[in-house]
């Protein structure tokens, strides 16, 4: 049924990098999730009205929320696909963030709500009517939901929307949530336990979470969350396989909303190399990095003597004791000043995110063992930060 409806109104559903394709599968998504949650919410609404069950009207106002997430989701992809500006140069794609979090406030006030009127129930019990109907409505119901999360993983993977990934998460808890008060709906029938009350209430607190994920799935990127892991060693593995390339540091990468990534990054080449040589070779790499992977990339050349056999013993040098401290330390821009009695080692030290030390107390650390490593030599270090959650790789 997917491939069927994307084949059916999604004009060549293979370009799924532009920004147009990215609205059509929004928009294909959002009115998909809105018809079929719209049509749920009415016939769950309408056997809640005729049975007394206040933990099916719950499920009916779940998906009457899921209904106006879908409605936001929609209008952000719309939104999000609106050029750039001379207000907004990076374009307006975080829209699509900020309309995860509309819905997330949508969401958790609703839940807040049927967490309420689950507790009264709880109180104060009122005696359900069993269905067949209803039972037929909460099971349809389940097997409409497993389509809708496989629909928005499909779609969601298919254009890498975090969004809508999301989305499909939270019609996978909505099959569980319903499922509990179709088990409900039986145990009353077959036990008379009064389980309407709870089982709103449980299904109010799904609710909850659900509101409470989509919070943080929809804010880090907003509060500029580290690249993932295989991203930092793509970029890397990348940027490395050019001839010329020595190492590489200083990788940072800015999430302007999907499709909408920029990167920098400080890339090492031989200062003996002739500078064309090494800006032809700057100039293929991030015009192949844009063109492949959609990630406008502007790097920094750092010149470094790669034919000084005594700077690159010194840098070795450097940075095994650097490593002593913590092997996940890494050092750059490395420079030697020889003076008349000692020798200053210049460099910059990486420090990983929730290192032990303070910036202060390590560089006190690097000089102490340089120093007894070799009196004459004096380190000169900078502490500098990774922006990545994991450390790139130099293969």
């Known amino acids: 049924m997917t491939e069927f409806l994307i084949q059916r109104f999604i004009r060549n559903p293979q370009d799924v990098r532009s920004v147009a394709a990215r609205e059509r599968y929004g928009a294909l998504a959002g009115i998909v999730g809105l018809l079929c949650n719209l049509l749920l919410c009415g016939g769950k609404f309408l056997a809640g009205l005729l049975f007394g069950s206040v933990s099916i009207m719950a499920d009916a106002v779940n998906n009457l929320s899921d209904a106006s997430s879908c409605l936001i989701t929609l209008l952000g992809f719309k939104l999000g696909g609106k050029p750039a500006d001379a207000e907004h140069p990076f374009g307006h794609a975080r829209i699509e963030y900020l309309s995860g979090l509309s819905v997330a406030v949508l969401i958790m006030a609703i839940g807040v709500d049927l967490l309420r009127t689950g507790f009264e129930r709880t109180l104060h ?11 037929v409505v909460l099971s349809v119901s389940i097997l409409v939901k497993l389509w809708m999360a496989a629909f928005y993983r499909s779609i969601g993977r298919r254009i890498g929307s975090p969004a809508l990934e999301a989305t499909g998460a939270d019609s996978r808890n909505d099959v569980l949530s319903t499922g509990g008060v179709l088990v409900a709906a039986i145990a009353a029938r077959l036990t008379g336990l009064a389980l309407d009350g709870p089982v709103a209430m449980a299904v109010a607190l799904f609710i909850l979470w659900s509101g409470v994920g989509v919070v943080r799935e929809t804010l880090n990127p907003l509060l500029g969350e580290a690249p993932s892991e295989e991203l930092v060693d793509h970029l890397s593995q990348r940027i490395m396989s ?11 990468v800015h999430d302007y909303g999907p499709g909408r990534r ?4 400080h890339v090492e080449m031989s200062a003996s190399q002739q500078l064309m040589h090494s800006h032809d070779i700057i100039d293929n790499i991030e015009r192949q990095v844009l063109e492949e992977d959609g990630i406008h990339l502007v790097i920094h050349l750092d010149p470094i003597s790669d ?15 650097v490593q002593t401290i913590d092997p996940r330390l890494t050092i750059h821009d490395f420079r030697m000043v020889k003076g008349d009695d000692h020798t200053n080692l210049i460099f910059d030290v990486v420090m990983p995110p929730e290192f032990g030390m ?10 102490d063992r340089m120093r007894a490593e070799d009196p004459n030599h004096f380190a000169v270090v900078t502490v500098d930060y990774s922006y990545t959650r994991h450390p790139a790789k130099n293969l």
């Open 358 to 367: 303070k910036p202060d107390q390590l560089k006190k650390e690097i000089a």
């Open 125 to 135: 019990p009122a005696e359900v009517t069993f269905s067949l109907l209803s039972v």
């Open 242 to 252: 050019y001839d010329g390339v020595l190492g590489m540091h200083d990788l940072m």
């Open 262 to 265: 920029f990167a920098s990054v």
């Open 307 to 321: 034919d000084d056999e005594e700077i690159s013993n010194h840098r070795e040098m450097a940075l095994k004791t």
